[in-house]
Each structure stands twice: as C-alpha cells, then as structure tokens.
C-alpha cells in the first residue's frame, strides 16, 4: 500500500464545474509534487512544492490550482477544464526535492473526467 | 535540457527469458536515476535507485541496474523474468540542481507465461 494519499479515486466533472483533488502524506516529507499522467505515457511534472512553498509551476494552465495548506496536505484545484485534461493525476513526496534522497512516492492517483 | 530516452517502447519476452532495457540521459550534470514500475491498474513503484557508489544496483524481485557515467546509460536488467514481471517500466532522473524528477517515454513489458 502507497502511504500517499489521494482523494477522490476517480472524479467527473463538467467544464463549467469547480472541483478539487486531495493528497495527504504522514511520512515528514518536506516536497510534494503534482503530475499528470495520460494513458500509456509517462507522467509529466506540474508543480512542485518544498517546505510549504510553490517552487516549480512547469507553465501549468491557471485552470489548475495548487495549495499547500501544510506539510502533509496538497491539494489540486480545478475550475474551467477542457475535456483535454482528463487523465490521471498523480501526487508524489520525498524527503526534499534536491534530489539527495530524490525518491518520490506516489499515490495511486486520481482518475480525472472532463465532459 | 534535461531528458530521459527509452530505447524500446515494447517488448514481449517468454517467461525465463532474459531482460535488458535501456535508457539514456542527457544532463551532464549531478543526478540521481531511478527505475519505477506500474503495473496494470496500480501505482507507480520504485524498483531500483542510483545516487552515487557501486554502479551496479539491485533492487526488488530480482532487477538490477548498471550506471555507467561514460555512457550516460542507466540500464535495467532481469536474468530471468516471469508473468507477474508485466508491466510499464519507466527510467526516470533528477537533478539536484533543477530538483525535477524527470521520466522517460516508458517501455511496456509483456511476459506470455
């Protein structure tokens, strides 16, 4: 079992729709990551937060919101999504994000739906 | 720019067949390199990891990985694979500068039993 955490498992929502995704961690891990990941691709980096500070935003749409309320939390919020978007959405902690641990759990994710 | 390549897509091997596929980056920098796998309907999985000592690494269920910094190759390799070795296996590198775990394209392993 991942000890990430995501919320819902699967999600539908409609362009108009505002929504949002949940991860949670309890391991002390200080970075948290947000990627995407479409069917039979690898999964492509959208943000990155370290110590409770957004530190990488890969030119991610503003439809696509992050928050970091505290170390173990990161949520993903969703306003205005193209049927495009609809994938797996992945997130992901280590220890830091410096790379000197560098290992990334993941959760399982969140299956994503935009009609 | 950082970047990771798979060399196969695909491959389908009988069980107890040999494994090896390879992967390539292109940072010339300090990194760390990782193989994670995904099995049908599950999360990703850390196989094996590379940040510094003995290039040659094992990790779970019998995978190991040789880094050769010569090369830029990180290559994963199984003696003797079996069905349950089904999966996607993804190469993956981080920078320590950047601090960007980056994938590559992904190889999707098919074992017929």
């Known amino acids: 079992d991942t000890e990430v955490t995501q919320t819902p498992k699967h999600l539908v929502m409609g362009m108009t729709n505002k929504k949002s995704l949940k991860c949670e961690q309890h391991m002390g891990h200080r970075a948290m990551y947000w990627y995407k990941q479409k069917a039979k691709k690898p999964p492509e980096l959208m943000f990155v937060y370290s110590y409770e500070k957004l530190s990488i935003n890969e030119s991610v749409p503003s439809r696509f919101s992050p928050e970091c309320p505290n170390s173990s939390l990161l949520n993903l919020h969703l306003h205005a999504l193209q049927p495009e978007d609809s994938a797996l959405y992945l997130c992901?902690?280590?220890?830091?994000?410096?790379?000197?641990?560098?290992?990334?759990?993941f959760g399982e994710g969140s299956r994503l739906t935009v009609l | 720019a950082q970047s990771v390549s798979q060399h196969n897509h695909h491959v389908i091997l009988s069980e107890a067949a040999s494994l090896e596929l390879g992967c390539n980056y292109s940072?010339?920098?300090?990194?760390?390199l990782f193989w994670y796998v995904q099995y049908p309907g599950q999360h990703l999985q850390l196989l094996l990891k590379?940040?510094?000592?003995?290039?040659l690494v094992k990790g779970i269920k019998g995978f190991e990985a040789e880094f050769i910094k010569s090369k830029f190759s990180f290559n994963l390799r199984k003696p003797s694979v079996q069905w349950s070795d089904t999966a996607e296996y993804f190469c993956?590198?981080?920078?320590?500068?950047?601090?960007?775990?980056?994938f590559g394209q992904g190889t999707t392993l098919q074992v017929k039993p």
């Open positions: 993956a590198v981080i920078s320590s500068n950047t601090g960007k775990l980056i």
């Open positions: 992901a902690s280590s220890q830091d994000n410096r790379g000197r641990t560098g290992e990334l759990f």
């Open positions: 940072y010339g920098g300090t990194v760390n």
């Open positions: 590379y940040f510094s000592g003995d290039p």
